[in-house]
């Protein structure tokens, strides 16, 4: 069955303090691999799209990488505005558009 | 409005009513996904249509769960006979054309007493 599973569930880090989240995926040919953010309360907010292994992208504080059977969120000198949870997603050959998420890890950041 | 639309944000109902959730996607997105959030697992795949059609709807739990879209813009999601099982938060989203990169929505709480 495919899978996605994100670690670590939760993650403290201080101001500063840089860190990585992993996704790792089990399925049939990846159509691309998602990472979204979302706040309490909120919808999940798009970050990135990564498509191939050895493709990375990069937006203010955030990087994501690619491999054959993983991701990465680097998260580089984290501010407590990035606390949130951020979630995985793949969307794989035969499942149709829809994306398969991870439960996700809960990041919080403390002054 | 810039963004993917639901209404209502909150909906509390008793065991066994019937509800309605709305969402209105983002102008000019002919792909439209509905999703289902319980709490501390990411969000899982119901249906998704391409225009008027669904293209897809296994991930709909039962007969009790239906969704339409009769104009190819807003989708409804209809559940019968609720249970304390449906409550979760309903989150809707659009893309241009898939395999675009699919925009979520806030949200439809629904609770279910």
Do not use: M
């Not at chain 1, 500063?16 to 990472?35: D, I, M």
């Not at chain 1, 499942?95 to 809960?106: A, I, Q, R």
């Not at chain 2, 008027?52 to 209809?78: H, Q």
């Amino acid at each position: 069955e495919d899978q996605v599973t994100q670690s670590p569930e939760a993650l403290r880090l201080q101001e500063g303090e840089s860190s990585s989240l992993n996704c790792s995926y089990t399925v049939s040919g990846l159509r691309g691999l998602f990472w979204y953010r979302q706040d309490p309360g909120k919808g999940p907010e798009f970050l990135f799209t990564l498509y191939s292994a050895g493709e990375e992208k990069e937006k203010e504080r955030l990087k994501a990488t690619l491999t054959k059977k993983e991701s990465f969120l680097h998260i580089t000198a984290p501010k407590p505005e990035d606390s949130a949870t951020y979630l995985c997603a793949v969307r794989f050959l035969g499942g149709s558009e829809k994306l398969v998420f991870g439960k996700g890890t809960k990041l919080t950041v403390n002054p | 409005g810039a963004g993917v639309s639901q209404t209502p944000s909150n909906k509390v109902t008793e065991k066994g009513k019937y509800v309605e959730l709305r969402c209105d996607p983002i102008s000019g997105h002919t792909a439209l996904y509905w999703y289902r959030q319980s709490l501390g697992q990411g969000p899982e795949f119901l249906i998704y249509f391409q225009g008027t059609g669904a293209a897809d709807d296994s991930g709909l739990p039962n007969d009790r769960f239906f969704a339409v879209r009769p104009e190819g813009s807003v989708s409804t999601l209809k559940i019968q006979r609720t249970e304390r099982g449906d409550s979760a938060v309903y989150l809707c989203a659009s893309s241009r054309t898939p395999p675009d990169t699919q925009y979520f929505g806030p949200g439809t709480r629904l609770t279910v007493l």
